[in-house]
């Protein structure tokens, strides 16, 4: 199992940044991808970036040149730097983890709250 808990969401004014942070923990010995979801109110959830096991990352093309997924191995930590928020970045932001193999596994974390809002 893998517990992946968020933190570093908040209201913040347009304009404004944001860093998200997903401490890992459990057996994260195996994991070959985390990355970052956010839903909006009444949307569908929508990938925003990842990371794979060895760094290559992935962006979702509307947000590649605001937002940047970075990693701490020493902390186990994800992190998800948000600049130039928009009210249309309004959303819960959901960590998650992937495991590949015979089966895949992917774990959540509970979610954080980011308000864009004047």
């Known amino acids: 199992q893998v517990q992946l808990v968020e933190s570093g969401g908040g209201l913040v004014q347009p304009g404004g940044s944001l860093k998200l942070s997903c401490a890992a923990s459990g057996s994260i010995f195996s994991i070959h991808r985390m990355g970052w979801y956010r839903q909006a109110p009444g949307k569908e959830r929508e990938l925003v970036a990842f990371?794979?096991?060895?760094?290559?990352?992935h962006y979702a093309d509307s947000l590649k040149d605001r937002f940047t997924i970075s990693r701490d191995n020493a902390k186990n930590t994800l992190y998800l730097q948000l600049n130039d928020l928009k009210p249309e970045d309004t959303a819960v932001y959901y960590c998650y983890a992937m495991r590949f193999g015979e089966q895949t596994d992917t774990y959540w974390g509970q979610g954080t709250q980011v308000t864009v809002s004047s």
């Open positions: 990371m794979t096991h060895n760094e290559l990352t």
